[in-house]
């Protein structure tokens, strides 16, 4: 098992070496050996040999937010601030942009609060299950969905959260999907059509990380701080990490954190989560005990476990 992750500077293998140092590596994602890197005015890396050496792949533009493969055929997606959603079917050697996420009826209104004249895609989660249905995070716009590869979009769904953070599929629970976002928690059982909040027994609102038991569809887990500016802040963050089984609430794991956890990754057995000041944590009972790794790799943005 081999831990990699992104710090906002560098790609990192835990235990092992830096590479990208400067490139402003924000976003990882993993298919196999090759490894993609999303970097802010970086554009897109990729590496065929699992992290060891990395090439540029060129794209129409340089901030890359979220990058992801698709389980079910393939496909790598690339998301960019301003929000625009690429696709490549041939592992990255070319790619066209899914130009229908600009036809969304609320396109004109996406608005990121620290830059108010732009938004990005924050996060893409293709289904594991089906090739044809996507789901889309728009930083801050909301949840978008494809169930016709790109050629459609439908707008923000209703009761998911809109100031989007994170996404993700259950790996085996097909139509299971989760979000973690700047104003709520919420998961839809029929894949991404509807959702219902998830809020309850949880006293720090504005969630970011996200991680889902690959065991158990009823057990996922996320991050959460007071307020964005606790979160992302000078000061002691007061995050903490929860999990959420069955039909909830939320039960907090660990926490208060004096960094914010930007990143969730879970194994079997185990679960990770990576902490703005470069902290490590793992945990070997879902997140009853949590033990800090020795390394300490700077700010981490991104988590991927191989």
């Known amino acids: 098992m081999e831990l990699l992750a992104t710090t906002g500077d560098a790609f990192v293998k835990v235990g092992g070496p830096t590479r990208l140092q400067g490139s402003g590596a924000q976003c990882l994602a993993l298919d196999g050996d090759t490894v993609y890197v999303g970097c802010r005015e970086g554009g897109l890396k990729r590496s065929p040999d699992g992290g060891e050496t990395f090439e540029d792949i060129s794209l129409p533009e340089r901030d890359v937010f979220s990058v992801a493969v698709s389980a079910a055929d393939g496909s790598v997606y690339v998301g960019t601030e301003p929000s625009r959603l690429f696709r490549s079917r ?48 728009i930083e801050l716009g909301g949840l978008m969905r494809t169930e016709d590869g790109g050629a459609s979009f439908s707008d923000h769904r209703p009761q998911a959260a809109r100031d989007v953070h994170c996404l993700a599929w259950h790996p085996s629970a097909a139509g299971r999907a989760y979000e973690a976002g700047g104003d709520g928690v919420a998961w839809s059982r029929d894949g991404g059509r509807s959702w219902d909040k998830a809020d309850a027994g949880r006293d720090r609102r504005y969630a970011w990380a996200l991680a889902v038991d690959p065991a158990d569809p009823e057990r996922w887990f996320v991050s959460a701080a007071p307020s964005p500016f606790a979160a992302h802040g000078s000061s002691p963050s007061d995050s903490a990490i929860y999990r959420w089984e069955g039909s909830g609430p939320w039960r907090a ?41 020795g390394e300490r790799i700077g700010r981490v943005t991104a988590l991927a476990v191989r």
Not at 93 to 116: K, M, T, Y
Not at 119 to 134: F, G, N, Y
């Open 90 to 137: 041939d592992g990255g050697e070319s790619w066209e942009e899914l130009a229908a996420l600009q036809q969304i009826p609320s396109r004109p209104d996406w608005s990121f609060p620290p830059r108010p004249w732009t938004s990005h895609v924050r996060w893409i989660a293709p289904s594991p299950h089906d090739p044809e249905l996507v789901l889309v995070g």
């Open 253 to 293: 794991m660990e926490g208060p954190l004096d960094s914010h956890v930007y990143a969730l990754a879970t194994a079997p057995g185990r679960l990770f989560a990576g902490l703005g000041d470069g902290t490590l944590l793992a945990s070997d009972d879902l997140g009853e005990t949590w033990t800090q790794l």
